[in-house]
């Protein structure tokens, strides 16, 4: 099968509501009720079938919940998009699954994976993070911005006050 965003005319970027409205307007100009001609009714009917299945693989693909192991790779830039909107949505999780479809990670990609971990809580593996983007840059001050940040609060966290916020958080998720 070919790539379902392919089939659609979208990037393997597109939202779920840009991928309905796509799949509606493609549907609207091949559905086979549309052709009178025989022949051209079956080709109809043959693309329409592709359009579904490239409409149910792509909306799944899309999803935020998307578990899938052969999900397409994604460039950098691609990743960070998708992770920002995720990360507007109040979706740290889903982020992160978009910044692990990419391959080529570059400092702004470290950047965007410490800011994630850093809405996660999870300080530590954050400032790893800040401190690769840094290692690519050294002189973006962003990125060493983004390191001192997590540096700080890892090290609140270690505090006594710090470890039971963070054993009552795990109680109250529960």
């Not at 950047?111 to 999870?122: F, I, R």
């Amino acid at each position: 099968m070919n790539n379902p965003f392919e089939v659609l005319g979208l990037k393997g970027t597109a939202t779920p509501d840009e991928i309905r409205s796509a799949y509606r307007t493609l549907a609207r100009q091949c559905h086979p009720d549309m052709i009178r001609d025989p022949a051209g009714k079956e080709e109809a009917q043959m693309r329409m079938v592709a359009l579904n299945l490239a409409y149910e693989e792509a909306l799944r693909l899309a999803s935020p919940r998307a578990n899938n192991p052969v999900t397409p790779v994604l460039s950098s830039a691609e990743a960070i998009l998708m992770a920002q909107r995720a990360m507007a949505r109040d979706n740290p999780e889903g982020a992160l699954r978009s910044l692990i479809r990419c391959e080529v990670r570059d400092g702004d990609w470290y950047y965007m994976q410490g800011k994630v971990l850093m809405a996660l809580e999870e300080f530590d593996s954050a400032h790893q993070s800040f401190r690769q983007a840094v290692r690519l840059d050294p002189e973006n001050n962003v990125y060493r911005a983004g390191a001192l940040a997590a540096a700080v609060a890892h090290q609140k966290e270690q505090k006594f006050p710090g470890k039971v916020k963070k054993v009552f958080r795990g109680i109250v998720k529960r």
